[in-house]
Nanobody, 120 residues
Framework: QVQLVESGGGLVQAGGSLRLSCAAS????????MGWYRQCPGKQRELVAM???????NYADAVKGRFTISRDNAKNTVYLQMNSLKPEDTAVYYC??????????????WGQGTQVTVSS
């Protein structure tokens, strides 16, 4: 069974940086897109950044120029480098990946979430 395990969240002051990691494990045939979402209390989960298998990326407007998504295919791991953090970046961050793992066809998998808190 596929698992996504996130790490790297925590408490940081405004203007600081954090790096999130998400490693996929299990019987994995292939991984298509991998990315990050976040959810603030009382709000819907929103896309932060996505890295597609062709190398193309998508970023939320709110994080463009501050966050960078990258991927280590050999380790089935995706990273999110977050710089110039703002209090409004405070949220639970979730890793998501589109993975082909038998006996299933491609489907979305989610991590358990990691808390990021930015103090002013």
């Amino acid at each position: 069974q596929v698992q996504l395990v996130e790490s790297g969240g925590g408490l940081v002051q405004a203007g600081g940086s954090l790096r999130l990691s998400c490693a996929a494990s299990g019987i994995i045939i292939s991984i298509n897109a991998m990315g990050w979402y976040r959810q603030c209390p009382g709000k819907q989960r929103e896309l932060v950044a996505m890295l597609n298998s062709d190398g193309s990326t998508n970023y939320a407007d709110a994080v463009k120029g501050r966050f960078t998504i990258s991927r280590d295919n050999a380790k089935n791991t995706v990273y999110l480098q977050m710089n110039s953090l703002k209090p409004e970046d405070t949220a639970v961050y979730y890793c998501a990946a589109n993975i082909h793992s038998p006996p299933f066809a491609r489907r979305e998998y989610w991590g358990q979430g990691t808390q990021v808190t930015v103090s002013s």
